[in-house]
């Protein structure tokens, strides 16, 4: 029986270490506040200063994105790290690892106000669910800065994203092209809720209302940005309506999702495809003119503007409340332009 | 007469109300939606069916001693992101690195197993614990990028070619057909079936007769394991690539195939025909509302409907039996 016991308690340290592993994200931020009493402690007289650039401290940012483990959250990090480095800044970088997990970022949040952070840079699933928590942050003289979905106006003093309604209709642009100003539409989006993602198709849908009356939008279906989700959801609205001409997906997950779709209907000849964001595989069929093209972010630039913009905020400099990180459009013809080719990731 | 006494029988009354159901959903799609019908959208039906339809069919066999396993979800992610990893990074030959993705799922399933049977956690703490651990290793591992078989000329037609060159009829349906031929065999002519059952029923009352419980409770849960690295080789297959994030959601819709597929969560009643007929009425279903165009979010109310209509079903069915 003691036996067991230790066995079942090995086991259980080992879960619990290989847990910790998967969120690996957590670990930087809880050990932060240990080094922060160090510091204070090394310099009492410093202790008082609550200027966040105060010299020989480095200031903390916590920066808490939709997600952790796509290419885009990735991307957006390795940006921030760049400007965390740049500046003299110490940051972590978190994010659920699914991107309707509200409940797990707000833990995140207040995990990482915990820690005392000289400003909170936020890209929130749900607005309401952390107002309250950012309003009080703001009110001990944390800066909030929102990035990509960001957080409500009230509760943030700058945001720095992508404008998806302009990026929306930019792909509308593109695809009313595509089409010769007049065929009919499908769309596979990624989500109802995400603020970002639902203007992305608002933007893509008015603009093609409001120029181009020969189009028509014929269905718009949603399968979460999973790929094999969204290859089924592709395939079934094909089978709905055979006479869509193109598809219009709104993240990666979506469009290689689409992608594989039409792929195993065999109606890549037949319809176009216009995506957003990317990745290998895109890149790839893109490449191909499989996919017609697709609007890529500047994730990298979006990471590394908003520590830039925490960093004025904390030093008391004024900042433009938005801040577009841009959006462009790129198919076989321009992706290996040096403008675009750094905005595309893996 | 015949006919009366085959509708006393449990197991046949149930699989004639699961597959009059599926009928029925079949039908009304039909009627709604001619093009349902079709010869291609039935093949996407089906498609469609591979992935739960193998996780539920390994799931069916746990569920069936009593227990559950949440993490066929990322271990079947698992299972293929090591064979993505196996052929690109350690260079397997491409057979070899499917092998080894089969063989990841059996381990993880084992010890699945040996946690529940040996270790005594609750099936549902020990395969909990199997899902965050091989959710977390599957981007590790992958470096939360996705892995791709590019590399390996016709990957993708493994899922998605097509069968004796038949137009599309896919080879995952194939697949699908083969596994549940295995999984019945080795549930109703085998003794892994019938000590499935005994152990579901009356754990105490197997071990008492001499069945070493705790070996065969292993050995199903490996088999589990198994079926998730097969269906990992299905959802790489058709993806081309291994995605690390995919797997969390899964296990719910493999769960909810077995049951509608009149597997008792309490153990000691189920069977494969039943789970194969509940894995098709769900992406029969899913696939009939997005034909119809009815929104995302109605589409998952009414397969929750489903779910319950089916499980009240069957508990009546119990009583008056």
């Known amino acids: ?346 | 007469m015949k006919v009366k006494s085959l509708l006393k029988n449990k197991d046949v009354s149930h699989k004639l109300i699961i597959l009059a159901t599926f009928f029925l959903l079949v039908i009304f799609f039909s009627i709604m939606k001619p093009s349902y019908a079709s010869y291609d959208n039935i093949m996407t039906i089906l498609l469609a069916t591979c992935v739960n339809g193998l996780l539920a069919l390994g799931c069916s066999f746990v569920i069936i001693t009593g227990g559950i396993d949440i993490s066929v979800g990322t271990v079947m992610t698992f299972s293929c992101v090591m064979s993505g990893t196996a052929f690109t990074v350690w260079h397997f030959p491409i057979w070899l690195a499917i092998l080894f993705g089969f063989l990841v799922g059996t381990l993880c399933g084992a010890i699945n197993g040996f946690a529940v049977a040996k270790m005594m956690l609750p099936p549902f703490i020990a395969t909990m614990a199997m899902q965050m651990i091989t959710k977390g290793l599957s981007l590790v591992v992958s470096g939360i990028k996705p892995v791709y078989f590019t590399g390996a000329d016709g990957y993708q037609n493994i899922a998605i070619g097509e069968f004796l060159g038949i137009p599309g009829f896919y080879n995952a349906i194939i697949i699908l057909v083969i596994a549940a031929i295995v999984a019945h065999i080795l549930f109703s002519r085998i003794l892994i079936g019938r000590y499935d059952l005994a152990i579901g029923s009356n754990e105490e009352a197997a071990r008492l007769s001499g069945i070493k419980v705790n070996q065969w409770k292993i050995g199903i849960y490996a088999l589990c394991g198994l079926f998730c690295g097969v269906a990992g080789l299905v959802m790489s297959s058709r993806l081309n690539s291994a995605q690390p994030q995919l797997g969390p959601g899964y296990e719910l819709e493999a769960i909810a195939a077995a049951v509608i597929g009149g597997n008792s969560l309490t153990g000691g009643e189920g069977s494969i025909v039943g789970t194969l007929i509940g894995a098709l009425i769900i992406s029969s279903l899913t696939n009939g509302l997005r034909i119809m165009a009815v929104s995302t979010e109605i589409q998952s109310a009414i397969v929750g409907l489903v779910l319950a209509l089916a499980v009240f079903f069957d508990q009546m069915r119990r009583k008056k039996g």
């Not at chain 1, 720095?160 to 593109?174: N, R």
């Not at chain 1, 999702?257 to 495809?273: F, P, Q």
């Open chain 1, 1 to 346: 029986m003691k036996k067991l016991l230790a066995v079942l308690l090995t086991l259980t340290m080992v879960a619990g270490a290989a847990v910790g592993c998967g969120s690996k994200s957590e670990e930087p931020a809880k050990s932060e506040p240990a080094q922060n009493e160090d510091a204070s402690a090394q310099a009492p007289a410093d202790a008082d200063t609550s200027a966040p650039a105060a010299d020989g401290e480095e200031p903390y940012i916590a920066m808490i994105a939709l997600g952790f483990s796509h290419q885009f959250w990735q991307a957006v990090k390795s940006g921030a790290d760049q400007a965390a480095a740049d500046l003299g800044v110490k940051i972590t970088f978190e994010g659920p690892e699914q991107e309707t997990m509200v409940d797990k970022q707000v833990d995140m949040l207040k995990t990482a106000l915990g820690n005392n952070p000289s400003a909170v840079c936020m890209a929130a699933i749900d607005n309401e669910a952390v107002a309250g928590i950012l309003q009080e942050a703001k009110g001990k003289g944390i800066k909030v800065v929102g990035f990509d979905a960001g957080v409500g106006e009230a509760e943030s003093e700058a945001k720095c994203s992508t404008d998806s309604l302009a990026a929306g209709a930019l792909a509308a642009e593109h695809a009313a092209e595509l089409l010769g100003g007049k065929g009919k539409i499908g769309i596979v989006g990624h989500s109802q809720t995400v603020v970002d993602a639902v203007e992305r198709v608002v933007g893509f849908k008015d603009k093609i209302a409001a120029d181009y009356p020969d189009i028509e939008i014929v269905d718009e279906q949603y399968g979460e940005g999973d790929h094999l989700k969204s290859a089924e959801v592709a395939k079934s609205m094909m089978q709905a309506n055979p006479d869509i001409q193109l598809i219009y997906t709104s993240n990666e997950g979506a469009c290689v999702g689409a992608y594989n779709g039409l792929k195993e209907a065999n109606k890549l000849k037949d319809v176009k495809l216009v995506g957003f964001d990317s990745s290998a595989a895109m890149k790839e069929a893109i490449k191909s003119g499989e996919i017609a093209g697709a609007i890529t972010q500047d994730p990298v630039g979006m990471g590394y503007k908003t520590i830039e913009t925490a960093v004025k905020l904390m030093n008391g400099e004024s900042v433009e409340s938005f801040i577009d990180t841009g959006c462009y459009w790129y198919d076989a013809s321009n992706m290996d332009d040096p403008k675009i080719a750094p905005l595309l990731y893996d």
